[in-house]
């Protein structure tokens, strides 16, 4: 028999093989300084676009005035306890309030965290007879939800609606076998790609199939549709999204999420959702603050108008450059480049140390072999000048792997990990 750790220490995945050459530098980074467009890394200033604070609400004036407040009312740890047991307030109640009318639901539940808390939503859904349909490029989150099904599952192509198609239609003869139902799930925003989930045409299918849909709208809320409510309401299909999901960690820059739904829907899961009825509520300088923000949401729409000049300025100057950024329809920026993981690393340091712009590095296994994608967030809180410096800067880093300097300067790299 083997010992556990054997294989642990000899195999450290994809990703950890690369930790005594990435580590500290091209992942687990330090950013310093305020939250902003521009911070400093390893004492050198850069303009930040790895930061998902798309509204620039983190650093600002208001929002930390009353985080402090509450801090210094509350602390950090009230409410002590789950919210069925002793964890309950009225600003819990009056966050859940509001957060439903903003996203035009009938009732909505705070969540504590937003990963573990749409893994629980999952898996309070559905049951062993139920059947899951979900998008091949859904989130880590939705993955591991979908992990805790004891029932069967479907993956579809990447907002391939004819390959939804032929999945639920699948997943309608086995329910039919069980008794069960069929969930499906996608995104309100794809967070590597930026494209928006094809919600208007999975709603279509409604008239042909019976389901019921889970969408994630993480990047979604507060940066689409005319008053930020989202994905659904930018397609105009809000009302047919049957649970609603959205994090406070990307527009609200901030901890926590929730769920929006018809009432009973809500009443279920509040009694049901493990991740909450077992964890700590979320704290009250959380809330106070969330509300503070959602309120900037709702009356101040010069901050998604301006988050929107930033992200035309970068997106149409990449294109007319000639980057590929793919199919994005959001905030999200990718940059396509061709190139091995030694490249990658030496194109990313002549980023940030020569010209100073600070983005987020996608290779192997997230993408195929081959390709580097270089992740840009737009914010409010960028300019236009930061946008023309970048520009400049990616010009002249696609010249450089494209002269096969970043080989060279890659090939010890690439040797010791025998690439």
Known sequence: MKDLFERILANKGPLGKWASQAEGYFVFPKLEGPISNRM???????ITWSINDYLGLANLPEIKKIDGEAAAEYGAAYPMGARMMSGHTEFHEQLEQECAAFVQKEAAYLLNFGYQGIMSCIDALVGKDDIIVYDVDSHACIIDGVRLHMGKRFTFKHN??????LNLERAT?????????????SEGVFGMRGEQGKLKEIVALKKKFTFRLLVDDAHGFGTLGKTGAGAGEEQGVQDDIDVYFATFAKSMASIGAFLAADQG??????????????AKSLPMVYVKGALKRLDM??????????????VDALQN????KGF?????????????LNGSIPEAMALVKDLRENHGIF????????IPKGLILLRLIPTASHTLQDVEETLTAFSAIRERLENGTYKRLSAAVAAAMGE
């Open 40 to 46: 400093k890394f390893q004492g050198k200033d850069v």
């Open 160 to 165: 391939d609606i004819e390959s939804l198609e």
């Open 173 to 185: 003869k086995m329910a039919e076998q069980t008794g069960g139902g069929i969930l499906v799930i």
């Open 265 to 278: 829907i809500i009443d279920y899961l509040k009694y049901n959702l493990r991740s909450q009825m077992f």
């Open 297 to 310: 949401l709702r009356t101040q729409p010069e901050l998604k108008a301006k988050l929107w000049e930033n």
């Open 317 to 320: 100057g990449l294109k007319e």
């Open 324 to 336: 590929d950024i793919g199919s994005t329809t959001s905030c999200v920026t990718p940059v396509y």
């Open 359 to 366: 983005c987020s590095i996608v290779v192997y296994p997230v």
